[in-house]
């Protein structure tokens, strides 16, 4: 069982920036970022595969929010910048058992989750 702990959370203004970091206590293939909101459903936000060949993005993100992976420590990382006030969530790390190739964007497809770190953007 792989454990992912999530840090870097906090509280910024609009248009500012934040980094998260997960770090895995294991290997795992695929690795995603997923946010949740009150009252809503929790949703992809980006993800990378295990030798970081491939990323791919929720586009309400595109182009703000930048997805990276250091295998040699483990760790994922989402770089969010140009932040807005509808990007507050609680965000989750969360990752594959399986080292196949896969640009899966449910919840159903990840094995491994963080508890979650929050962030709040005010306007």
């Known amino acids: 069982q792989v454990q992912l702990v999530e840090s870097g959370g906090g509280s910024v203004q609009a248009g500012g920036s934040l980094r998260l970091s997960c770090a895995a206590s294991g290997r795992t293939g695929t690795m995603a970022w997923f946010r949740q909101a009150p009252g809503k459903e929790r949703a992809f936000v980006a993800g990378i595969g295990r030798s970081a060949d491939y990323t791919y993005y929720e586009d309400s993100v595109k182009g703000r929010f930048t997805i990276s992976r250091d295998n040699a420590k483990n760790t994922v990382y989402l770089q969010m910048n140009s932040l807005k006030p509808e990007d507050t969530a609680v965000y989750y790390c969360?990752?594959?058992?399986?080292?196949?190739?896969?640009?899966?964007?449910?919840?159903?497809?990840?094995?491994?989750w963080g508890q979650g770190t929050q962030v709040t953007v005010s306007s």
């Open positions: 969360a990752a594959r058992r399986s080292f196949t190739i896969a640009q899966v964007r449910g919840v159903q497809d990840y094995d491994y």
